[in-house]
């Protein structure tokens, strides 16, 4: 579902800034987290809507975040910086991935699947203050 949005928060990006559209998706993802977190357990078709929701906001911001370091990075470290950039999404993902499972045993997924919305809130925070550095004036 991720795939779907990446084209348009692409064009949205160039249009309103990248900063802005990368904490946009990290905002609905996470409530798509919570929405998640609160209808695990009751009618399959809700819990199902907000899981595609949440596979549909999850990936956009990563192409954003990618473009932000090339953008802010020096041309000769540019490409060495997207790539550890890159393995630092990826390992919080792999991570992320083996800690649900053992939250979920532990607190239930509902919790864990709450928790999993915190994330997602910090990095729009700091997709603000980003967007406030590039501003005129800041």
Known sequence: MGGVLCVPAGVMADRLGKAQIAGFC??????????TAITFGGHPALSISFVLLWG???????????????DAAPP????????????????LTAFTVQIALLAADYMGWSATLAVLGIGPLLGVEAMRRLSMLSQPGA
Not at 56 to 70: G, K
Not at 76 to 91: D, H, I, K, V
């Open 26 to 35: 990290m905002a609905a993802s996470a409530l798509a987290a919570f929405g």
């Open 56 to 70: 549909a906001f999850v990936i956009p911001d990563s192409a954003q975040f990618s473009a932000l370091v090339a």
């Open 76 to 91: 000769e470290r540019a490409g060495s910086l997207m790539t550890f950039q890159t393995a630092l999404g990826f390992l």
